[in-house]
């Protein structure tokens, strides 16, 4: 299930998406690009796929890269 979208192009967005493959679920943060003789988006292999009951600490990363975006 999609549960954010973020456009980067035309032809490129990541999705975060919670998924379950044989009755075990996960998130996944994947780039999707959209090969130019296809209509729809493919999953790439840039991503990563984590527990569940890491979704805190890597919401928390990402805050934190936000804090410090404007850094060098």
């Known amino acids: 299930m999609t549960l954010h979208e973020v456009t980067i192009s035309e032809t490129t967005k ?14 996944q943060i994947r780039v999707w690009t959209k090969p130019k003789d296809k209509e729809d988006f493919i999953p790439t292999r840039k991503g990563l796929a984590f527990d569940l009951s890491k979704t805190g600490e890597i919401v928390q990363g990402l805050l934190t890269l936000e804090d410090h975006k404007g850094e060098a």
């Not at 990541?14 to 998130?27: A, C, E, P, R």
């Open 14 to 27: 990541i999705l975060i998406t919670k998924d379950t493959v044989n009755d075990k679920t996960f998130g």
